[in-house]
């Protein structure tokens, strides 16, 4: 009875990325990166990098950190790259009032989204881009004459 015997090595071979450039019919070239054998990724920004108010925010707020609507969405906004407007009288009505406990769990929603949510329907979110400043109009209610 023969005996047969042998070793089998495959090669380690690990691909180096590689950017390629394609050009699809009456379009503009897609730049892509080859990330393995079968991955390919477009590059370019996705919607949140593009338009900061799109930015997907899902998060935990710690009741530590955040009692008030307006500890909330401070909380919201450290590292999105926008700040409150916080001078005006008229919102510290709503920094001021109580986070539910339905908002400690927020997400995955877009920022703009999450801030109104926050606010609640009497109040219209307002965003100054080039100073990133976050602000919110009182919404008149319905049977309310405006000034």
């Not at 380690?12 to 699809?24: D, L, M, N, R, Y």
Request: net charge neutral; aromatic share 4%; proline share 10%.
């Amino acid at each position: 009875m023969p005996l047969l015997g042998g070793c089998v090595t495959a090669p380690s071979f690990k691909p180096a990325c590689t950017a390629v450039s394609i050009t699809a019919p009456s379009a503009a070239p897609i730049s892509i990166l080859r990330q393995s054998r079968y991955t390919l990724v477009e590059l370019r920004p996705d919607r949140g990098q593009e338009d900061l108010q799109h930015q997907i925010i899902d998060l935990r707020i710690p009741t530590t950190t955040a009692t008030t609507v307006g500890d909330a969405m401070r909380y919201v906004l450290r590292h999105s790259g926008y700040q409150l407007c916080e001078g005006d009288p008229t919102l510290a009505s709503l920094w001021a009032l109580p986070l539910p406990a339905a908002h400690l769990q927020l997400g995955p929603l877009p920022l703009n989204q999450t801030l109104q949510l926050l606010a609640g329907t009497v109040w219209r979110l307002s965003v100054d881009e080039p100073t990133r400043q976050v602000c919110f109009i009182a919404v008149p209610l319905a049977g309310e004459a405006q000034s």
